[in-house]
């Protein structure tokens, strides 16, 4: 018996040239009759930057500038996804659910998995950028990574690199 898809997520970096895989999150939602998750996992503030954060504040108001930091990335990039989702369905184009989206911090391949687990997508659509085979060796991509240990059926588009 096939699997029936009634939730896509579908994850993106918002990076130049992520388009391609947001069509086929459209199509495959559309296909499907499915809602679409948009999902943009925002890496951690770096310990360099919280280092110098609390150097110059204390500790009381270090820890709100973070958040408050942290609160307006969130912020901007969902209304970003807006915007992006506005923008690049045709007229005429309606998704058949209105999307969902997601902003959470962390490292992408664990918000990927851990959103598609918890949010019971019944697959996972993101694009992966081309990248020098060393980095793919000892680093890997977020989208192998995902690959490796998703439950679900993953789509990965191909996408060109940003420049």
Do not use: C, W
Not at 42 to 67: G, M
Not at 137 to 149: D, P, R
């Amino acid at each position: 018996m096939l699997q029936t898809i009634n939730r896509i997520l579908y994850a993106s970096d918002l990076g130049q040239g992520s388009r391609p895989a947001f069509r086929y999150a459209v199509n495959e939602a559309i296909k499907h009759n499915a809602e679409i998750i948009f999902l943009h996992a925002v890496e951690p503030i770096s310990e360099l930057t919280e280092d110098i954060i609390e150097d110059y504040l204390p500790e009381k108001l270090s820890k709100k500038h973070s958040e408050q930091i942290m609160q307006s990335r969130k912020l901007r990039i969902r209304e970003r996804i807006e915007s992006f989702v506005q923008s690049e369905l045709d007229a005429g184009v309606a998704l058949p659910k209105p999307a969902i989206i997601k902003v959470s911090i962390g490292q992408p391949h664990k918000i990927i998995l851990d959103k598609a687990k918890t949010l019971a997508a019944d697959m996972i659509v993101m694009g992966d950028r081309e990248s020098n085979s060393i980095s793919r060796i000892f680093l890997g991509s977020t989208a192998q990574k995902v690959i490796h240990q998703s439950q679900v059926p993953v789509l990965i588009v191909p996408l060109r690199k940003e420049k």
